[in-house]
């Protein structure tokens, strides 16, 4: 019956994402990216190709499986990597990653398109980062007795997996050879349904790709300009709850208002047009690195790409998204950079976002009204106080450092069980 209504489920999604084809953007990139899929992996993938497969849900599952992407890669120089994402938030992005041969999004799960899918492929070891548990193509990928790790996972307690009624859920987590998961909390999750013998607690991959960047850091000539010897606060993934609130605590700072670097999470011409109206006294990117005036108290960021070096310059750095129940997003890229972390209070779901506010490195802040009030209290109240700046910005980086090494684990594993090399 479970395998039933999964079916059903795929048809009313192929349905239903046809149909908002018609009339959303996102919606239309999923099915085209798909129309000649197979067509396309024949011609690209050959049958004397040694495969890795790694596949991702979006943007942020590939920054967590990155580095080990990238460690493969180097580790294991014979074997080509195919990468696969099922959102185009994540394949429009990284569509021509250079770290993969091979970047496509992946055919909607179903027993033709998996048992397809893997003659094609041929893949010696198969990576999911995090979450996606396609039923059809983890069955299949298990009865060839294919290598399949999850990586980075997190799992929850109101997740199917723990309820009455999640026994396919369960059986999908057994296909695994192995789960390496975030936190003690998710492992224990995992040992209460008898998979305590495939799961170990890794840590999460993102803490080793954030420091990677961290050491990569070059200057971006155009927002040291504009920063200049002002105080600064950057502002990154903002939608636009944040946007709002920023602009009225900026508006209660007055005088004492630093200058605001913001990077939208969505980068559209209507998106930017609403900044410019909401932050009269701005400056786009693109004009300032075209001699634009530096003397604005805002830049707004048009492209993307920048972020995780943008919160280099930031005094005090905000993540957005935390405003509403979608959750903050990537609080590590501006953490790794010692710097105190602002955030809605819509973190709890984020295991290193509550681990970053418990080491004292994040603050989270309430907004109900929506007036700014509270957060231009909090930010005055690090301007007048020196010494607790400094002790929440260090705070933050000790976080941080202190929790890499997920990647070198899971290469590890793969190195000690000689997945790649039997």
């Known amino acids: 019956m479970a395998v039933f209504l999964y079916n059903i489920f795929l048809w009313l999604f192929r349905a239903g994402i046809r149909i908002a084809a018609l009339f959303n953007p996102k919606a239309k990139k999923w099915v085209n ?21 790694m596949h991702c849900a979006s943007l942020g599952e ?12 180097l580790s294991y120089p014979d074997h080509k990597i195919l990468l696969t994402f099922f959102s ?88 695994f050879d192995h789960l390496f998961v975030q936190t003690a909390a998710s492992k224990k999750l995992i040992d209460d349904i008898g998979l305590g013998d495939i799961c170990s607690v890794s840590g999460d991959t993102r803490f080793d790709r954030v420091i990677e960047i961290a050491a990569q850091f070059q200057p971006l000539t155009a927002i040291e300009q504009f920063a200049g010897n002002s105080r600064v606060i950057v502002a990154g993934s903002t939608w ?24 939208p999470h969505e980068i559209t011409d209507k998106r930017l047009e609403e900044l410019s109206r909401l932050f009269p006294d701005s400056v786009r990117y693109s004009s300032l690195a075209n001699g634009g005036s530096v003397a604005a108290n805002c830049l707004i960021i048009d492209n993307y ?55 004292g490195g994040g603050i989270s802040f309430t907004d109900e009204k929506r007036d700014g009030v509270m957060l231009a209290q909090l930010i005055d109240a690090l301007w007048k106080d020196e010494e607790d700046l400094i002790k929440g910005s260090e705070a933050a980086g000790n976080y941080v450092r202190s929790n ?19």
């Open 240 to 263: 636009p709850e944040d946007e709002i609130v920023l602009q009225k605590a900026f508006l209660a700072l007055g005088p004492y208002a630093p200058k605001l670097i913001l990077a």
């Open 88 to 175: 185009p938030s994540g394949y429009e992005v990284q569509k021509n990653y250079k770290g993969a041969n091979w970047v496509f999004y992946l055919p909607m799960d179903g027993a033709g398109n998996a048992r397809r899918f893997l003659e094609i492929v041929h893949p010696s070891l198969v990576i999911f980062v995090k979450y996606e548990f396609w039923y059809y193509y983890l069955k299949k990928i298990k009865y060839r007795n294919i290598p399949l790790l999850l990586i980075s996972a997190l799992f929850r307690e109101d997740m199917s997996f723990f309820k009455w009624y999640g026994g396919l859920q369960r059986k999908i987590l057994s296909r």
């Open 404 to 422: 890499r090494g997920a990647t070198q684990i899971i290469l590890q594993y793969i190195q000690e069980k000689r997945l790649l090399t039997s």
């Open 33 to 53: 990216g798909r129309r000649h899929i197979f067509t396309e992996l024949e011609k690209a993938i050959t049958a004397s190709d040694k495969t890795i497969w």
């Open 62 to 73: 590939f920054e967590q499986g990155r580095p080990v992407l990238e460690k493969l890669r």
């Open 305 to 359: 790409g920048m972020l995780s070096r943008l919160y280099h310059y930031g005094h005090i750095t905000y993540v957005g998204g935390g405003l509403t129940s979608n959750g903050v997003h990537n609080v590590l890229e501006a953490a790794v950079y010692n710097k105190i972390v602002f955030m809605g209070p819509y973190y709890q779901k984020y295991s290193e976002a509550v681990g970053l506010v418990e080491a």
